[in-house]
């Protein structure tokens, strides 16, 4: 069954000295201040376009792998993610980092590697990203 995702964002002004809010519609967790600055200089306490995007793909690339790696027998104790989002006023969203530690018993370097790789290629958010260059960055914990 399909589901449906909702965040709004009511924005005032022009670009370079407006600001506005997003707020998570669908989960009603919270509502925070956007603005330029925020996305082509210091956060200041703000969000941006690209942290929201790091925190969508840090969380769907952790779930991607935990699944992949329960598939195959092999359930991690622990997935940690960070995801980097690098933005360039004038280009766009110009690459993303993940960085990956996970913690694996029973499992290999090389086969925790090929898990990290799957689930780079089949989250769903790294595929509606596929125009931007994605590398990873994976570490199996003892």
């Given at each position: ?5 909702t ?11 407006g600001?506005?809010t997003?707020?998570l ?7 925070y201040?956007?603005?330029w600055p ?9 969000t941006?376009?690209?942290?929201l995007?790091?925190a ?6 952790s779930?991607a792998?935990s699944?992949g790696?329960?598939g ?9 993610t960070?995801a ?5 006023p ?10 990956v530690?996970a ?6 370097a090389e086969?925790f590697?090929a ?6 290629a089949?989250c769903p958010v ?5 125009g931007?260059?994605?590398?990873l960055?994976?570490?199996?914990l003892?």
């Amino acid at each position: 069954m399909a589901t449906t995702r909702t965040a709004t964002t009511q924005w005032q002004g022009p670009l370079m000295g407006g600001a506005g809010t997003v707020s998570l519609d669908t989960s009603g967790v919270g509502t925070y201040e956007v603005s330029w600055p925020s996305r082509a200089e210091a956060a200041n306490g703000k969000t941006s376009p690209e942290e929201l995007i790091a925190a969508a793909h840090s969380s769907c690339y952790s779930m991607a792998l935990s699944h992949g790696l329960a598939g195959a027998g092999t359930p991690p104790e622990t997935v940690r993610t960070v995801a980097n989002v690098t933005f360039q006023p004038g280009e766009g969203i110009t690459g993303i980092t993940l960085s990956v530690k996970a913690r694996v018993p029973g499992l290999t370097a090389e086969a925790f590697e090929a898990a990290a790789q799957d689930a780079k290629a089949n989250c769903p958010v790294s595929k509606a990203l596929a125009g931007v260059d994605i590398t990873l960055e994976a570490e199996l914990l003892a």
